[in-house]
């Protein structure tokens, strides 16, 4: 086909930015296409439209021959848009693994005669960390919707998200502890005979009353009565101190968890949010830590989000694992929580906050545990990863990447897709990177893993396997130049970091220990990584290595403490 003849029919009227993005990629891959024929009236090729019948809750790619245009149809325009992007994808051979630009495949496949894809979604909300996922492009690819990186345009359907804070917005956004807590006390939590500042007390029917107005208030300002879904986040702190006084103490009691005191609380909003008229609006709280257990005798609203999450848990092992014991108590709370609550979103996380540029052996899990999550009625899922990335390190990219995909589609076949990902990203070194991630990912299955894991528990590796490892990255390197060269040196620090932590292969000799480290560490440094860990000491002594000396003094102790074994 030629580029002449290449034309968009829009059936019904379509956002100019979802016919500009089709276009432009469609032509960027006509050289590959086949002759495929004009259409009925000679020229259009394919067709766009808005239609809710025909695509379901999602979004349908249809030919019926070699002679007919190819027609996508979305059930509304975030779909449509999906679905413009599943045909870039597949049909046209490009893929967008990073926040690069889009790669097109050398061999794309040939544009069938016949096609007829349907597509709904698995969740209603998607939402990772890590680099990538900042790109609007990247989160259209890969079909990632929250509000956290990107707002994405009305036209192209929008953004499902929090128009408060993401998250601990009790004391903080709502019923603030700097504007209340001087004034009164009793509205935050009592913990033994004082009262503490970082939770509330949500027995108190005047905190009821501030947080109410608050949100009413935020509705007045921020509801965009167009959205898909907008939602309100009334959240704990991210602590224990829950309150202790007589109503708290009783209310938890009556329903057996604390949690169920909170869901009485955002209930009674939820309920006042939605007789107002707010219909796209969701109330959302957390079943974290001490809220995880479901409470007896209470249901959420159909407009409350429960956000489940997996913090306790291991990730060496799938969730639905009945013989890891952390995953077992908390496939059960699901599984309750699923029967009290129809919106129950996931707030799962996949990266080591001790150790970000440490191994973190979850690759076995991923998939299974987004299947279960499906399976088990989630609507949402957020992975919380390394959020507070600069740079490329670990396996950042090839996660985000992979947990993505996952969210758009839990069955998808993941050894091909990281197979795919990786022969782009590591080019050459491909295959040897894949060989060390099978190695690893088998071995962390002997073991629990938490996502606070000391790197001396996160694999056991015998000396042979450690070598067998180094050689693996070798070639690697050996094989590759350029950016993918670069892409194997940024992950093989988690590989060097985990041998440094284990004090193994040229960390093992004393005498050379320090000036491997300081090799590392500069290396690290060079990547512009500002963080090994989520706490900030270890950021001081990054940014004094990186740009100057000057808080060089104050990190000292930093310093000595990450040296000492
Ligand atoms: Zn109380
Ligand atoms: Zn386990």
Not at 196 to 201: A, D, G, I, T
Not at 219 to 234: D, E, M, R, T
Not at 272 to 292: H, M, P, S
Not at 546 to 559: F, G, L, M, N, W
Request: aromatic share 12%; glycine share 6%.
């Amino acid at each position: 086909m030629s580029k002449e003849k290449f034309e968009l029919k829009l059936n019904n009227p379509l956002p100019q930015g979802v016919a500009d993005a089709l276009r432009t990629q469609v032509e960027k891959a006509l050289s590959f296409l086949p002759d495929s024929g004009s259409g009925e009236s000679g020229k259009p090729f394919i067709r766009l439209r808005i239609d809710g019948e025909n695509a379901g809750k999602g979004y349908r790619i249809m030919r019926e021959n070699a002679e007919k245009a190819v027609s996508i149809v979305g059930s509304d325009a975030a779909s449509l848009v999906r679905g413009v992007y599943a045909f870039i994808e597949k049909f046209c051979g490009v893929r967008k693994y990073t926040y690069a630009p889009a790669v097109r495949q050398k061999e794309p496949p040939a544009l069938p005669d016949i096609i007829d894809e349907k597509y709904e979604p698995f969740f209603e909300y998607t939402e990772t960390d890590w680099l990538s996922p900042h790109s609007t492009e990247y989160s259209f690819f890969n079909g990632l919707n929250g509000t956290r990186y990107r707002k994405l345009p009305d036209e192209y359907g929008g953004s499902v998200g929090y128009i408060s804070g993401f998250a601990h917005t009790f004391t903080n956004e709502f019923c603030s502890a700097k504007k209340y807590f001087k004034s009164n006390p009793e509205y935050f939590a009592l913990r033994g005979i004082r009262r503490v500042r970082s939770q509330l007390c949500l027995t108190n029917p005047d905190v009821y009353g501030i947080v109410r107005q608050e949100v009413f208030d935020l509705l007045q300002k921020k509801h965009n009565p167009g959205a898909k879904l907008q939602i309100i986040s009334l959240t704990q702190n991210d602590n224990l101190f829950y309150c202790t006084c007589e109503n708290c103490r009783r209310a938890d009691r009556k329903y057996g968890s604390h949690a169920g005191t909170v869901l009485e609380f955002v209930n009674r909003i939820a309920d006042e949010v939605g007789a107002a008229g707010y219909d796209n609006v969701a109330i959302d709280t957390f079943a974290y830590r001490y809220t995880r257990r479901p409470p007896e005798g209470i249901k959420a609203r159909d407009n409350v989000i429960v956000r489940l999450c997996t913090i306790e848990c291991c990730f060496s092992h799938t969730i639905d694992d009945e013989s890891c014991g952390a995953n077992a108590d908390f496939c059960k709370d699901l599984l309750t929580w699923s029967e009290i609550c129809k919106r129950i979103y996931i707030w799962d996380y996949c990266t080591n906050f001790c150790n970000y540029t440490g191994i973190f052996p979850d690759f076995g899990t991923l998939q299974r545990n987004m299947q279960f999550f499906y399976e088990s009625g989630v609507k949402g899922v957020y992975e919380e990863g390394n959020f507070q990335m600069e740079a490329e390190c670990e396996f950042g990219e090839l996660r985000a990447f992979l947990i993505s995909k996952l969210m758009q589609n839990p069955y998808c076949d993941f050894n091909a897709l990281r197979d795919d990902f990786c022969r782009s990203y590591y080019g050459g070194g491909a295959q040897y990177i894949c060989r060390f991630l099978d190695i690893i990912t088998e071995n962390a299955a002997h073991r629990h893993l938490s996502i606070y894991e000391p790197m001396t528990s996160t694999l056991t590796l015998s000396r042979e396997q450690i070598e067998l490892c180094d050689s693996l990255w070798q070639e690697a390197k050996s094989r590759t130049r350029l950016a993918e060269h670069e892409h194997v040196l940024a992950s093989e620090i988690c590989w060097r970091w985990w041998k440094y932590k284990n004090r193994v292969s040229e960390f093992a000799s004393p005498f050379t220990l320090r000036k491997q480290a300081e090799l590392l560490k500069k290396d690290i440094a060079g990547l512009g990584v500002t963080r090994l860990s989520e706490s900030t000491p270890f950021r001081a002594f990054f940014i004094s290595m990186a740009h100057s000396h000057r808080t060089h003094a104050k990190t000292e102790s930093v310093i000595k403490m990450l040296y000492r074994r």
